[in-house]
């Protein structure tokens, strides 16, 4: 186990310094096992709570969580960008396998997420607040544990509704190989109580024990502490149709606790000091400019939308390459023309199969595919492009929203255009994290920002959408968050893909993933009772408990 934990570490964890404490401690555990007969005769992969370092559990927790459970991104591929991106009309494919463009299903497609992040990332961080609740040196770390141990849950929870969660992990520590299946209202409601409990004991003057082993906060816990406090936020504005007086509850207590205030407060694993000939670990971005570099366009809803509002954002997602299979970082075909008016979105629910819905029947059809837009390889498709799990955009504009329903004091207009601001804004924060030069990532102008929001200004009568929809936007290459917030809230507006053949929804967007077909074997029992629950059964047109029509 430790051999293969080492090997994880090497593949995974980019900052050096946590590299090079791996192999101090592996060096001084293989040193002390010369010293006499008992330590030659001792199994040296078999580790135990004494000659384990936790910290390295959390960093392979939020590794694995980030989507990055392997060499080539294998459930950020599936779930992330195959289903969810295509659902939520961000992105649009004509490759068969991309089943997220016209609701075709695949099994193992669909359970990508849940077979990865139950296997090693909910054992790990379960082993941490195990190991050390009891150790008072240790408080900080247990509450950023239970902390991220929340978010971790959500992402499960909200992409397959109800789940293992109270014995989830526990199969060495409590014996419990079939867990149960929580309701998601039990879940949520533990979930919030754990945050506001974890969020209040966390202690700034108390010894940072986890250092850079945290990939996102290196142990900062006022940062934690505004982290806790903003997917409180989160998680009370996916209640507002199913428990609106929850809702309005923990969305209250979430402001008052302190959310996140700036992008300086943003969630992000940064890749930079990625080498393209040793490809490691590196989730959305490795798959969009390696491993799978042609098989997706811009969303023709996407890039409409964004020139209908002349978001001077569409040059930093958006580029035109006439060989999208050439990912060369140096070559000039590979980053392509990012000129705006350049830029077309290609339509979804259109393959390359020479029939009626080939790809070149689609209306407007430019000559060639290669015109239309990929995603930009300067920004999300760079090897290096930081990984967000919350960020200050997308509080502000949950915060927007709270203020139109009453439920915060503040000015909505003033919440929605800190939420833009921000989202535009947030392209400074990802050339710092990536180390891109300066002219291949230009920032957006104060006065540029300040324009949009003159020609898009905040209107009390259309407030729900215009939020949502600019949290679509600027959960671009989020696609879990995109696609959750979007049934939750309704918007943006889409138009599904009514006619495809083959497609199992009768033409809706998929409101769920299934579970992993494993379960039906492994976990029989629990597995059919969360099914019995679910109106459908285990289907993609299912819905969870908040997602109320």
Known sequence: MFFKFINLLKLSVMKRNIFIIAIVVAGLFFSGCHKNFESINTDPEHLTAVNMNYIYLFTAAELITSGNSDANAYEDWRNNLIYASCMI??????FSY???????????YNSAYWEQNYGDPVKNIQEVIAHVKSDPAQANFYNIARIFKVFMFQRITDMYGDCPYSQAGLGYIGGITTPKYDKQKDIYADMLNELQDAATKLDASAHNTV????????GDVNAWKKFAYS???????????????????WTQAAIAGGVMKSNDDNAAYSHHGYIQSTPTVYGTALVLDGVDPNASRL??????FLNSTADPRLSYFGTVSTDPTNTDPTSAV?????TTSMQLGQPNGFDNGGGATDIVNAPGYPG?????????????????????????????LLEAEAA???WDTGDPAVYYAAGVTAAMKQFDQMASLEGASPAAFPAISDAAVAAYLSANPFKPTDAYNQINTQYWVATFMDEYEAWINWRRSGFPVLTPISNYPGNVTGGTIPRRFTYSTSEVSANSENYNAAVAGLSGGDKMTSRVWWDVP
């Open 404 to 406: 139109v329903r009453g």
């Open 211 to 218: 250092g850079g082993s945290d990939i996102i906060y290196r």
């Open 89 to 94: 009309q961000h992105l649009s494919s004509t």
């Open 334 to 338: 590979s980053l392509g023309d990012t």
């Open 368 to 396: 060639n595919q290669n015109l239309y837009s990929i995603v930009n390889r300067n920004t999300f498709a760079r090897y290096d492009a930081p990984t967000y799990f919350i960020t200050y955009a997308e509080t502000a």
């Open 299 to 304: 969303s023709k809803t996407f890039v409409d």
């Open 98 to 108: 991309w089943g997220g463009d016209k609701y075709t299903y695949n099994a193992g």
């Open 231 to 249: 997917e409180m936020l989160r998680l009370g504005m996916r209640m507002v149709k199913v428990d609106p007086a929850n809702a309005q509850k």
